[in-house]
């Protein structure tokens, strides 16, 4: 008999615990969130993931996305890796932790370092943007064309220095491939971020970097803009070439793709619903206004595309730093 109750009992706890799955879940995704919701920036106040990451937020509160604000957290260092491994060890996963992405950088740190992070522990739920690589140089550089930059280079291997906002991030990535395609040698310079990679640049501590065509937009004036590592040239920078039709080849997988992630093991329900409203939120005319005015390339993709993005991107990031990876050993 006390068996038989024992199963019973037992019985009675899964059928509890099914239906909780059953009506939980769609009760949990229709009340979150109900309070505000952080969201982790691996990268400083004020660089172009910070200040995009704050635009395309902006309408989080109203009523037809989440009702409740994002919280920006900014976690920098080590382009990146100190928020993104803060984020997966000591984030929580209830929904409330959010962070930002950036490809090719988590990707191409998770191939050569031993982070804690890689595609497999992110949950992405939309893409807002696709910020191209640019090669900038000081306002009075001698160097007004690749061409000239690459035959000094060639005369002078590793006189060069070149800033960029951490190693293994998207300008890391151009700078490698740069350095592949031309046949030269740069001494490439991580700084603390996009924005003191900038500041190298244009006070001239640098002969040139690799930055972001966003934050180079608005620079402009301060610095010279010699070609983009993209596969076309773009609207904000209708007179800057690409590197390839500079005789560079390369292609755009050091454009800088950033979204947003939840942790693996966040709830289903609120993976389901942060992957319905963010890109919706992402698209809006007021974020799209805003984000166009501040020279700052949009791409929205849903969670199934930005799968696809990280897959895509891993294999080739795989192949490029491969030796790299070996000598690190």
């Known amino acids: 008999m006390k068996g038989k109750r024992f199963l019973t009992r037992l019985a009675a706890v899964a059928l509890a615990v099914a239906l909780m799955l059953a009506f939980g879940l769609p009760a949990m995704a229709e009340n979150y969130p109900d309070k505000p ?14 200040f995009q990451a704050r635009l395309v937020t902006m309408l989080a509160s109203n009523d037809n996305y989440l009702g409740q604000p994002i919280v920006i957290i900014n976690k920098p260092g080590a382009g990146g890796q100190v928020g993104w491994n803060w984020f997966i060890e000591k984030g929580s996963k209830d929904g409330y932790t959010l962070a930002t992405y950036n490809v090719p950088h988590f990707i191409a740190q998770s191939i050569v370092y031993p982070t804690k992070y890689d595609i497999n522990t992110f949950e992405p ?93 608005r620079n402009q004036d301060r610095l010279k803009i010699l070609a983009i590592a993209d596969l076309e040239r773009h609207e904000f920078l209708p007179k800057v070439p690409t590197l390839k039709e500079e005789g560079i080849d390369v292609d755009n997988s050091s454009v800088n793709y950033r979204g947003v992630v939840l942790p693996k093991g966040a709830p289903p329900a609120v993976i389901a619903k942060l992957s319905e409203v963010f890109p919706k939120m992402f698209a809006d005319k007021k974020v799209k206004a805003k984000m166009k005015a501040s020279g700052s390339p949009e791409k929205v993709m849903t969670r199934d595309q930005v799968i696809k993005m990280f897959k895509e991107r891993q294999v080739y990031l795989e192949g490029l730093l491969a030796e790299l990876k070996k000598k690190k050993k």
């Open 37 to 50: 919701v952080s969201m982790i920036v691996t990268y400083s106040p004020g660089g172009a993931t910070d």
């Open 125 to 217: 739920v939309g893409n807002w943007g696709a910020d191209p690589a640019v090669l900038i140089v000081p306002k009075d550089s001698p160097f007004n064309s690749v061409k000239d930059l690459v035959a000094y280079a060639k005369q002078n291997p590793g006189k060069i220095t070149l800033s960029g906002a951490g190693m293994y991030v998207g300008h890391h990535i151009a700078a490698l491939q740069l350095m592949k395609a031309a046949g030269v040698k740069l001494t490439y310079i991580p700084e603390k971020g996009g924005v003191p990679a900038m500041q190298s640049v244009i006070s001239g501590k640098v002969k040139a970097g690799f930055n972001n065509l966003s934050d180079s937009f």
